[in-house]
Each structure stands twice: as structure tokens, then as C-alpha cells.
């Protein structure tokens, strides 16, 4: 019979250099300068400390963060100028929402010009209220229309 030969078990006693950790990878100390450099330029291994500091900042931006501070939604749709969105508000009530340049400019009178326009869509209804949607420089470029048929 064949003898099996015991394994050698061996203990490795070196003093670790200054610097190194118990699993061998090292760290070497960083001035914050050095740290913060070293973030922005992303130069840190996966798996260590300071990676995953990165992505948990990182993370935390993106959940965090409030939509508000974006500013990226604007106040006003840009549609076509044919183009009349409908959403609905209530029973037999609805929102509409259309492009000022398929408003009659020549009217004086923008709830009757809105009315005029929306009487072929909609049928017969009654503007509760509106309001005009502008851009940045104060332009109107639509309305969103609060109506209810009749």
C-alpha cells in the first residue's frame, strides 16, 4: 500500500512592512489633497475602502437628491402647433392643453378665441378657467385650458 504523506502546514512569521495590512494589499497613507485627488480621478481598486466610499457618494447623489435642485422640467410643453393634449380632471371634466399659435392672435377676447378652437374637439363646453404657458423670456407659447362639457 501506498503511504499518503502528511501535509506541511507553515506559518509565515515575516514582520509585514510598514504601510501593508493583514491580507497583504496595501494602503499607503494619503494627505487629504492626495485623497481627494485620487477620488476625483478615480484611481483607487474595486473593493477597497475608498472605492467603495465613491460609490456609496455617488449613490447617495443619485437617490438623494430632490428633483428640484435640476430645475430640468420646463413649465410649458412644446407642441405642435396642431397638437392638443387631453387629460382628464374629474366626471365630464378635462384639461386641455394646446400650442398659442393655434389661438387666433387677431381676438381680444382669449377665453372666446380658447373656446373656438376647442368646440370642434371637444364638443360643447364650458372654460372654467385658464391659463397661459410661457418661456424663459416671458413669451406665451400655449395655454392649458379647465373645461367641462355641458
Known amino acids: 500500500m501506498a503511504q499518503l504523506a502528511e501535509p506541511k502546514l507553515s506559518v509565515d512569521c515575516k514582520p509585514k512592512p510598514p504601510g501593508s495590512t493583514l491580507f497583504g494589499v496595501e494602503e499607503d497613507l494619503l494627505s487629504p489633497f492626495q485623497t481627494i485627488k485620487s477620488y476625483i480621478l478615480w ?3 474595486r473593493g477597497g475602502f475608498h472605492y467603495d466610499v465613491m460609490v456609496t457618494v455617488i ?3 443619485i437617490f438623494l437628491t430632490p428633483r428640484s435642485v435640476f430645475k430640468d422640467s420646463p ?3 412644446r407642441l405642435h402647433p396642431n397638437e392638443i393634449v387631453v387629460r382628464s380632471d374629474g366626471p365630464d371634466a378635462f384639461v386641455y392643453e394646446l400650442n398659442a399659435s393655434g389661438v387666433a392672435a387677431t381676438k381680444s377676447d382669449t377665453q372666446k378665441a380658447l373656446k373656438e378652437v376647442l368646440t370642434p374637439i371637444a364638443g ?4 372654467t378657467r385658464y ?5 424663459s ?9 379647465w373645461a367641462h362639457r355641458l
Open 43 to 45: 484611481t483607487h481598486p
Open 59 to 61: 449613490l447617495a447623489f
Open 75 to 77: 413649465n410649458y410643453l
Open 124 to 127: 360643447s363646453i364650458e372654460i
Open 131 to 135: 391659463e397661459a404657458l410661457r418661456d
Open 137 to 145: 423670456s416671458g413669451k406665451v407659447t400655449g395655454y392649458r385650458v
